[in-house]
């Protein structure tokens, strides 16, 4: 008997029974109510990451304290969900209640009653109308960017929370980058907290984790499922988060040629853009993106430096460097940090679109591989736009790696070319 079952036996049955629904014990730190003053609390987590317990915790909190907030709202997708996820499911409010807390739930009339009188009443965001009339003190919405409308039905919810000096709520979803949950993330009023499915893993299928997390991780689709990252991409940018995920590998074969490509800044204050590095090499027939070294706010002592570091880790061929705005001070920079630095420059002499065009057919014809997932990078990617920038940055990631592969098969006719490029 090890020393946690030895102290388990000791405890009664009701002791037992008290333990098992204490969440202070149980909750990690994300399922935990930011402290200060909010009216919007944001879970922002992937599957199996504990955030449907962590919104009925709070409604728990809520109703069963000393001073009972009541009516609360209880709003899913549908009636449906919300009542075999928010209520009747694993993690739902009639699960994590002990015995003489739990409340009745009234199916016929979506309404949950607490031994102390609170209520709470369900609500479809698929139906937003039935939002207008109904006064709340705190409201729970689970999966805000599945419903069908969630402008109309978020705008009705907030008309309805007028009782109590502090009437808040709580969101629980899997975010996607939809319109409302940006604004409510950048709202002042608001605390988010991140959650990943790894978090919870104790608490998921061993099956779960090997079949599905194992085959997802590491992807596009991955990030956002499992990571609970909003992955917003451009309608006209140059790459896609499939195109990437369709060719990703994770070892790169026998290459013949490798580069690090290097877009340095013009300054080092608190403003200045990144100091874009990639690393890149040439196979038999495609092109391989081996890492992203980027680094920010860099004096070019600490950027050379991670240039010259990078350049031994991977026994590079040579340094692909663009001068446009630091001339003779780039070469200068790389080859204080390394005499022998074998260094070539590049000049931008067209805009960054029409640079990464080339590029951007190369990956549509599946001959650009990423060894792995390099998340800041292929954000770039597909946010970059036609006015050369991306998300209204400087893209420096994205323009080391446009350097690199260009280098490896775009130039010099007696460079290894790729089919007929």
Not at 312 to 328: M, P
């Amino acid at each position: 008997m090890n020393r946690i079952d030895h102290l388990l036996s000791q405890l009664s049955e009701p002791e037992l029974l008290k333990l098992k629904f204490d969440w202070s014990i149980w909750a990690r730190p994300s399922q935990i109510p930011p402290a200060g003053d909010w009216t919007t609390w944001l879970l922002l987590g992937g599957r199996g990451a504990g955030k449907t317990r962590a919104g009925a915790e709070w409604v728990r909190q809520n109703a069963t304290c000393s001073h009972p907030k009541s009516p609360i709202a209880l709003i899913g997708e549908t009636i449906s969900d919300a009542r075999s996820i928010m209520v009747e499911g694993h993690s739902g409010l009639l699960a994590i209640h002990p015995p003489e807390e739990r409340p009745t739930f009234h199916r016929a009339r979506n309404l949950l009653e607490w031994p102390n009188g609170a209520t709470a009443r369900l609500y479809s965001a698929s139906d937003p109308e039935s939002l207008r009339g109904p006064q709340f003190s705190c409201a729970w919405s689970d999966e805000l960017c599945k419903w069908p409308a969630p402008e109309e039905a978020w705008n009705m919810l907030q008309f309805c929370l007028r009782i109590g000096q502090q009437p808040q709520q709580m969101v629980t979803t899997t975010p996607k980058p939809i319109k409302l949950l940006k604004q409510l993330i950048q709202a002042e009023n608001s605390k988010v907290t991140k959650v990943k499915t790894d978090e919870n893993r104790q608490n998921l299928s061993p099956s779960f984790l090997t079949n599905i997390v194992s085959q997802y991780k590491g992807t596009s689709l991955g990030r956002q499922e499992l990571d609970g990252e909003i992955l917003e991409s451009s309608d006209d940018a140059l790459w896609t988060r499939a195109q990437m995920d369709r060719y990703r590998i994770k070892h790169a074969p026998d290459i013949q040629r490798i580069v690090v490509a290097v877009d340095p800044p013009i300054s080092s204050h608190e403003k200045s853009d990144n100091c874009g590095i990639v690393i890149a090499a040439l196979g038999q027939d495609e092109v391989y993106v081996l890492a992203d070294g980027t680094i920010g706010r860099a004096s070019p002592l600490k950027w050379a430096t991670r240039v010259g570091e990078l350049f031994e880790q991977f026994q590079a061929d040579c340094v692909v460097a663009e001068v446009n705005q630091g001339g003779d001070l780039v070469v200068n920079a790389l080859h204080q940090v390394n005499p022998t630095l074998p260094v070539k420059t590049v000049h931008a002499k067209r805009g960054k679109w029409l640079r990464a065009e080339p590029v951007a057919l190369l990956y549509e014809r599946g001959l650009v591989h990423h060894v792995g997932m390099f998340a800041e990078l292929e954000d770039e990617m597909c946010n970059f736009s036609p006015d050369g920038r991306s998300n209204g940055h400087s893209p420096d990631r994205l323009d080391a790696l446009v350097w690199a592969i260009s280098e490896l098969v775009l130039v010099n006719s007696n460079r290894p070319r790729i089919r007929n490029i």
